[in-house]
């Protein structure tokens, strides 16, 4: 018997709701792509890949903390000049934090500054922290070797509808998913907490992998962590 879920999706459903268009990556161009792994290493970014492809053609991904967006740089992957990429917006919850962070680990951040945060030339930029705190009101920057320079930007309370909304069916479907999955689980195991399970195994879901390769993840998770195994 099959225990895969579906969700019906109608033509009208298929006409109002816009194709996901997600930004992945930002190209950066450098002059130099063991140093630019460098600096983004000593940032704490994770090392996503390093592949060199072909002579003269190589390519590195980095993804800051927290960051559903990575950037891409290396050699022969833009015709762009080095530091040419403008700024990158860097979302945080604390920018002084933040900041000192990105200090102790070697950038070269800016005073915090409020007023205009994207402005040519750095015009009506003022020292100091927004007045009273608010949102989307603090910023600082710093650079890459190479001029590309980043953004920081305080976000502590988002602007309506600057977030998605949860589709409730769909987020049923997975969990009714992921408690049939778990029920084979649970059936060839020893005792365990049924939440260990379900958490690696809706996590994969969620971010793209197929039901066989999450069951692959949650047994592994359970394995490696939890020392249980199927039977």
Do not use: C
Not at 219 to 231: A, F
């Amino acid at each position: 018997m099959s225990t895969d879920v579906h969700t019906t999706e109608t033509t009208a459903d298929r006409a109002t709701k816009p194709a996901d268009l997600k930004i992945e990556v930002v190209v950066l161009a450098v002059a130099d792509a063991d140093r630019s792994k460098a600096f983004y290493s000593s940032l704490g970014w994770r090392e996503d890949a390093d592949f060199p492809i072909s002579e003269g053609f190589r390519v590195l991904q980095f993804t800051p903390p927290g960051s559903q967006a990575s950037i891409i740089f290396g050699t022969g992957v833009t015709p762009a000049a080095p530091g040419s990429g403008g700024s990158l917006l860097l979302t945080v919850d604390d920018i002084d934090a933040a900041r000192a962070e990105l200090i102790e680990r070697g950038a070269d951040v800016s005073e915090v500054f409020h007023g205009r945060g994207f402005s040519d030339a750095g015009q009506d930029r003022i020292p100091g922290r927004a007045p009273d705190g608010q949102s989307y009101g603090s910023f600082a920057t710093f650079s890459d070797p190479d001029g590309n320079e980043f953004l920081l930007q305080e976000v502590t309370t988002r602007l309506p509808g600057r977030v998605e909304e949860p589709d409730v069916a769909e987020l049923a479907s997975l969990l009714l998913e992921t408690a049939l999955a778990h029920g084979r689980f649970e059936a060839a195991t020893p005792e365990h907490n049924w939440w260990d399970w379900y958490a690696p195994y809706f996590s994969a879901r969620q971010h793209g992998t197929d039901a066989e390769q999450a069951t692959e993840a949650a047994d592994r998770y359970m394995k490696d962590v939890h020392g249980i195994v199927r039977r």
